[in-house]
């Protein structure tokens, strides 16, 4: 099971794009990177999921460059109520896996 | 409403007590995770059932149980509560233990005292 790597904390100010990379190293071919958006007191909720290259979606975009080694969550023009926790999962196709959650990182937005 | 339903959103008891939380899945979903949240442990993965069978096992007390029902909702025992219990309990569900996107309720915020 890859381990992901993330900043703690960020901090951004409101219309700015804010960029979250995460590292995880030992991925395997099979996997997938997958982000988690959570606000205080609330369940997690999908973001984004990626294989490779680049994907957008009505939230966000996800990089991820050749080697899959890391990848990079980019909030375009953030507001303050993209003030959360994201985590960065690498979760496995196929079979039966569970969605392992680290200590993410908490974004917080500034005026 | 992410369409994954827990029941009861807030629970006060005392130590020793036994809960029964709740969680309704999304319509089709037939994987259920629960987690347990508390400020210095993140989100920990306790169990996963499939279409009423035990899937896995993470780091669940044996003080805590979990049943999944043939209309695949799902229910955790918590029982001989202690003060460190208390937590977000969070249920999600999917439709295949998979890499798809995992649907989250809004959890259940348990109080020991």
């Known amino acids: 099971l890859a381990k992901t790597t993330q900043p703690i904390s960020m901090d951004s100010y409101e219309g700015q794009e804010v960029n979250i990379t995460c590292s995880h190293n030992?991925?395997?071919?099979?996997?997938?990177i997958t982000w988690y958006q959570q606000f205080p007191s609330q369940g997690p909720r999908f973001i984004i999921q990626?294989?490779?290259t680049k994907v957008t979606n009505e939230v966000a975009s996800l990089f991820i460059p050749a080697d899959r080694k890391s990848s990079t969550l980019s909030l375009p023009r953030v507001s303050l109520s993209d003030t959360a926790v994201y985590y960065c999962?690498?979760?496995?196709?196929?079979?039966?896996?569970?969605?392992?959650f680290g200590r993410g990182t908490s974004l917080i937005v500034h005026p | 409403d992410s369409g994954v339903t827990q029941t009861p959103k807030h629970l006060i008891t005392a130590t020793g007590q036994r809960v029964t939380l709740r969680c309704s899945p999304r319509?089709?979903?037939?994987?259920v995770y629960w987690y347990q949240q508390s400020l210095d442990q993140g989100l920990q993965f306790l169990i996963q059932?499939?279409?009423?069978?035990?899937?896995a096992k993470g780091n669940i007390l044996e003080r805590f149980s979990a049943q999944q029902f043939p209309d695949l909702h799902s229910e955790l025992n918590l029982s001989s509560l202690e003060l460190g219990d208390s937590a977000l309990y969070f249920c999600?569900?999917?439709?295949?233990?998979?890499?798809?996107?995992?649907?989250f309720g809004s959890g259940t915020r348990l109080t020991v005292v």
């Open positions: 999600a569900s999917s439709v295949v233990p998979q890499h798809d996107g995992y649907t």
């Open positions: 030992n991925i395997a071919t099979n996997d997938y």
């Open positions: 990626g294989y490779k």
């Open positions: 999962l690498v979760v496995a196709s196929g079979g039966s896996y569970i969605p392992t």
């Open positions: 319509s089709g979903d037939l994987s």
């Open positions: 059932y499939y279409n009423g069978e035990e899937r």
